[in-house]
């Protein structure tokens, strides 16, 4: 199946392989070293480990998000490998579905046309918002595939560092990527807010993604250099 990246006006090839590669590297060595970890409520750590955990999660999705954008690699083929690899890795998602859904939200931000818009408040925007990208099959699967870790893997470690970190990624890129920045009405073609101007918050919030105006203004500007875009 042929994929198609538009939406791109500037793209970073080689420095987005590199920073995809980083990405995934170290959700890779995050996820192998907490699965053997000895997991105690008392230790604090346990739950410094969840929140890492998570943001490696939501590092996976924005990485599958730039290479939507064709800005992970100007090689198609790299590019939709990351696609491909970093949706799997996040929770067995079909990139070509994720792909066609997000350009018609690029294409259709804030009417009923817009997959990532909803006229009601948080929770049931966000139940329509997984409910859009999550598929049967996909529940299904992964469901099997916990099982059949769990004969090798302790369950509490794959619940509290497998299962946990990827639902809350989930709520982490919905407020900061789509219910904050798209709630409400705007005075702007892009139909969208950003967040003030700080790059420490940012980051750590949702990979520089609050800054979402600047993200619709530029779509083919990678996660990595949204921060210049921010005036």
């Known amino acids: ?21 980083v990405i995934i590297g170290l959700w890779l060595v995050s996820t192998i070293l907490l699965m053997q970890w ?18 490696l999660y939501t590092g996976l999705f924005i990485t599958a998000h730039d290479a939507m954008h064709g800005t992970v690699s100007a090689n198609k083929t790299v590019n939709n490998a990351a696609g491909y690899i970093t949706t799997f ?3 067995a998602f079909w990139y070509p579905t994720l792909l066609k859904q997000h350009h018609k939200h690029h294409s259709h931000v804030h009417t009923n ?7 009601g408040g948080f929770w049931a925007w966000y139940i ?11 529940v299904i699967f992964m469901a099997a595939l916990f099982n059949l870790l769990k004969l090798w893997i302790a369950q509490p470690n794959l ?3 497998w299962v946990v970190p990827s639902l809350l990624s989930t709520l982490q890129l919905f ?11 705007h005075d702007n073609p892009y139909h969208s807010t950003s967040q003030k101007k700080n790059h420490v918050v940012a980051f750590f919030s949702c990979y ?4 979402h105006y600047e993200h619709h203004a530029s779509p083919g500007t990678p996660w990595w250099m949204l921060w210049k875009a921010k005036s």
């Open 1 to 21: 199946m042929a994929l198609e990246t538009p939406y791109i006006k500037k793209a970073y090839p080689a420095g987005g392989v590199g920073v995809a590669l």
């Open 38 to 55: 000895q997991v105690r409520f008392t230790n604090p750590l346990l739950y410094v480990f969840i929140l890492v955990q998570t943001h």
């Open 89 to 91: 890795l996040y929770a």
């Open 113 to 119: 046309d817009d997959p990532d818009y909803h006229h």
């Open 128 to 138: 329509r918002f997984i409910r859009n990208y999550l598929s049967i099959w996909q």
């Open 159 to 161: 619940i509290l560092f």
């Open 175 to 185: 407020y900061f990527g789509t219910y904050k920045p798209h709630k409400g009405e």
């Open 208 to 211: 520089f993604f609050g800054y």
